[in-house]
C-alpha cells in the first residue's frame, strides 16, 4: 500500500448556513490523503498505474464548487467521488477548513475531517 496526499489545496467558495456566506463566499483550504496499491506504478513508471493526483485535485475543485451549508457535506460529497472515480483507492481521509470564519473572535479558521474505506 501506499499513500498520496494534495496538501493545503486552496480554493474560493461559498458555503455555510448563513445568507451572506452563499452570496460573498470565503477561503478554504482542503488536505486529502488517499490509500491505494501503488507497487504497480512503482514498477511500471505509467500514470496508468497509479492515483492519478491531478484527478484528486479536480475532485476537490469541482465539489467545493457546489454549495453546501456544512462543511461535513461537501467533505462527503468529495470522498463519494474519490471512491466512485478512482477504483484503486482503498481508503480516503479528507479535510475541510474555512479560513477566517465570520465567529465572535479572532480563528485563523475552523476545520473537519471524514475518513472513509471501501
Not at 448556513?17 to 483550504?29: A, H, N, P, V
Not at 506504478?41 to 475532485?59: G, M, R
Not at 479535510?95 to 479572532?106: E, T, W
Amino acid at each position: 500500500m501506499g499513500i498520496i496526499k494534495l496538501n493545503n489545496i486552496r480554493v474560493y467558495a461559498h458555503h455555510g448556513c448563513l445568507t451572506e456566506e452563499g452570496k460573498i463566499g470565503s477561503d478554504y483550504r482542503v488536505d486529502l490523503k488517499v490509500k491505494a496499491d501503488l507497487a504497480p506504478s512503482a514498477l511500471s513508471d505509467e500514470l496508468s498505474d497509479t492515483v492519478d493526483y491531478v484527478h484528486l485535485n479536480k475532485i476537490v475543485k469541482e465539489e467545493m464548487a457546489i454549495r453546501s451549508k456544512l462543511l461535513e457535506h461537501v467533505a462527503q460529497r468529495i470522498l463519494d467521488r474519490i471512491f466512485t472515480d478512482l477504483k484503486q483507492v482503498t481508503k480516503a481521509e479528507v479535510s475541510v477548513a474555512k479560513v477566517n470564519p465570520p465567529l465572535d473572535g479572532d480563528v485563523a479558521s475552523v476545520s473537519i475531517t471524514l475518513k472513509a474505506k471501501r
